[in-house]
């Protein structure tokens, strides 16, 4: 006989699973919880489970063992009990957490219920890897699982751990909230934030660039890539300043760096990980490996490498303010990349060493759900993980003045969570965007309460990266020779129409998950996978460089004249390469970084980029964000030629200054004598150039040229 997944479900509950319940004997059965034996007053049987009501209640400080004989001795796990109801009344905690410092008095709060003592420990120095002994020791007191101390006087500059005991282990934990640290964050750190604040903080404001999230053009950068290429000229590479640093050129006197990005005109950066992630990944102390930082160690505190001085527990924080600021004052707003999905190992952090079976998801049989594929889930849906992660937004919101925050495989997360996060980010009363990877993913939570795309119709102002219109343009993700659209595929005229129109459910033969086109995030590359211009060549290895960039400007054409937000990851509107590797998270500097000599190669491919965005920017009809709107004001050409696309926006769509826009994306490589409906059109946009240099009537028939896109008005 096998007794195996034993749970404890509420205080006075255990249920288990066994292979052949007609051998069980249950007066061979004993629960002990701690060196108590627990008396069963009840035990059931349904199917192969088997329930047991105790008399007493469980005290969850203390293991659970399930013993049967002499021969059966099990742990009965408790994350069961800590997700439900019962437990939440009992130990639901809505305050602050975290050190609250004054120069008068500072006061510490942690929440682990399950810990049999708690003290604080206080150092002078912020570098754990001294094994230094700290100068004091204070325990702290509980009160429903809140173990708490106010310390009287001025601790400024002091770092600080606690010492948690639980489950006959003694662990040395970073607070969780911890909001500064040392060198490796595994030392909290006490300061006056607002020492931390740049010149004229205080008046740094988000641009007000957007109305709508639709109005925003995305542009994925990452803090080292930007400025590790030496043809960057940029003197703080890899840092925070560096992007911050303006009137930086090539040798070709070009543009760099924030000047260039400023120039190209999108509205919003989205920077890569930027709080701190794991010092086994990079050590602050000798940054030389690369990583992306997806796997998270200190959720509000910036990454160190990315500073001038890592020791410095305020540098890296005023640094990371200085850059955000400068990006503001040149009109663009500041989107960061989170990680609340997983934590960068399952058993070595701050919250696993709190409280154990809380934070982490579980399977049923008590090992840690893994649907991210690294090891672990965060359990959004347990109220104080939901609370940790809402806080930290508002925070981050609030002492950064972040703009939006991009959700990493935000799939894990649940639908209730991330409402409520958007409900947070709106009491703060300014335009902050919400948006995320809608994968499904093969985590222990319930389909219907997945942050997903196919649940994004319970999610109305969250985005979703839009996978449709990547792999419709690209080709798909997962099969390295699929081709798509722009890349030489075939018979893609269908999904090119719902890519275009967001994604919307436009009729009963063009469906798209989404209510509005607010919530499709359109891109055909990102940091993850092969670059674009690198898929792009895999499939059509006997093109020319110059056909490969007619495929990029293509690809990136429909992107910006589509319905829906548009995104677009750094260097790829002049076709940057990784060298074919589709996953470069360690791969060295020069694989990864912004070669700037090849964009001044190709410097009319971004000056073409530059002037789609702008166009986009300064008509409204290419960002509707009401479904029904967009239906009355588009119309599809019908019986378009093979491999071609063809759309009309009409009666001023989205109040828009033109009266109708014609659209023509052209996938051959060939020219198209496309038909012309409603008489006379001006181009505006062909293969080679955007703007008003770019004029010309035609009526009845066009020549649409391989491999373009095209828009028209009258």
């Not at 809380?358 to 008590?366: A, C, E, F, T």
């Not at 992107?559 to 940057?576: K, P, V």
């Amino acid at each position: 006989m096998k007794i195996f997944n034993a749970l404890v479900t509420n205080f006075n509950r255990i249920e288990f699973k066994i292979d052949n319940p007609s051998e069980l004997n249950f007066y061979m059965l004993n629960i002990v919880n701690g060196r108590n034996y627990m008396k069963i007053i009840e035990h059931s049987i349904s199917d192969n489970t088997v329930f047991l009501n105790l008399e007493n209640e469980i005290d969850i400080k203390m293991d659970c063992l399930l013993i049967y004989g002499d021969i059966i001795n099990i742990k009965c796990c408790y994350f069961k009990l800590f997700s439900s109801k019962e437990f939440n009344d009992r130990y639901y905690y809505d305050g602050k957490l975290g050190v609250e410092y004054t120069p008068q008095k500072s006061i510490f709060k942690l929440w682990a219920p399950s810990a049999l003592n708690v003290k604080l420990l206080l150092y002078k120095n912020g570098d754990a890897a001294l094994n230094d002994n700290p100068v004091h020791s204070i325990y702290l007191n509980e009160e429903n699982g809140l173990w708490s101390t106010p310390i009287e006087g001025d601790l400024k500059n002091y770092y600080y751990t606690y010492q948690v005991v639980l489950y006959n282990e003694v662990n040395e934990v970073t607070d969780p909230y911890v909001k500064a640290t040392g060198i490796n964050g595994n030392r909290g750190a006490i300061i006056d934030i607002s020492e931390t604040n740049p010149e004229n903080w205080d008046k740094d404001v988000s641009p007000s660039t957007i109305n709508n999230f639709t109005d925003a053009v995305i542009y994925e950068i990452s803090i080292r890539d930007i400025s590790s290429n030496p043809n960057s000229n940029i003197k703080n590479t890899g840092k925070y300043l560096g992007l911050a640093e303006e009137n930086t050129k090539t040798k070709n006197n070009l543009s760099t760096g924030l000047d260039y990005i400023k120039e190209l005109g999108i509205t919003h950066v989205q920077i890569m990980p930027i709080f701190d992630f794991s010092y086994k990944s990079i050590d602050e102390k000798m940054p030389s490996e690369y990583n992306w930082g997806y796997d998270p160690q200190n959720y509000n505190v910036p990454e160190g490498t990315y500073s001038t001085d890592p020791y410095d527990s305020k540098c890296r924080i005023r640094e990371l303010k200085t850059l955000i600021s400068a990006l503001h004052k040149n009109n663009i707003s500041v989107n960061v990349d989170v990680v609340f999905n997983h934590l960068w190992n399952e058993k070595e952090n701050s919250f696993e060493k709190t409280f154990p079976g809380y934070y982490l998801r579980r399977n049923q049989d008590g090992t840690f759900s893994n649907g991210t594929g690294c090891g672990n889930d965060t359990a959004s849906e347990n109220l104080m993980m939901k609370k940790f992660i809402i806080d930290s937004v508002v925070y981050l919101s609030q002492e950064y003045h972040i703009d939006g925050f991009r959700f990493d495989l935000m799939g894990i997360h649940d639908i209730d969570a991330m409402n409520q996060i958007r409900e947070a980010v709106d009491r703060l009363g300014r335009p902050i965007m919400l948006y995320g990877e809608g994968w499904n993913l093969n985590t222990n939570l319930l389909y219907e309460k997945k942050a997903i795309i196919q649940n994004s119709f319970k999610t109305p102002r969250i985005g979703y990266f839009n996978e449709i219109i990547r792999d419709s343009i690209r080709g798909s993700l997962f099969d390295a020779n699929s081709k798509g659209f722009a890349s030489g595929g075939e018979n893609f005229e269908n999904s090119i129409k719902l890519s275009s129109i967001g994604c919307i459910n436009y009729s009963e033969w063009l469906k798209g998950p989404f209510n509005s086109p607010e919530q499709s995030i359109n891109y055909v590359s990102c940091h993850d996978n092969a670059a674009l211009y690198d898929k792009l060549k895999a499939l059509n290895p006997d093109d020319s460089d110059g056909t490969l960039m007619e495929r990029v400007k293509l690809s990136l054409g429909i992107i910006l004249t589509s319905q829906g937000t548009a995104f677009l990851e750094c260097g790829s509107e002049f076709g940057r390469t990784k060298n074919g590797i589709d996953n470069t998270y360690k791969s060295p500097d020069y694989i990864n970084w912004i070669d700037w000599t090849l964009r001044d190669k190709r410097i009319n491919c971004v000056y073409y980029i530059k002037n789609l965005i702008n166009l986009r920017k300064n008509h409204s009809a290419f960002r509707f964000i009401n479904s029904d709107d967009l239906k009355n004001h588009l119309e599809f050409i019908n019986n378009s030629p093979k491999n071609s696309v063809g759309f009309i926006l009409k009666n001023k769509p989205n109040g828009d200054s033109w009266n109708n826009l014609l659209i023509i994306y052209n996938a051959n490589n060939h020219a198209l004598n496309f038909p012309i409906p409603w008489g006379n059109w001006n181009v505006y946009v062909n293969k080679n150039s955007v703007g008003e240099s770019n004029i010309r009537d035609v009526k009845n028939n066009y020549i649409v040229e391989g491999l373009s896109v095209n828009v028209l008005y009258n």
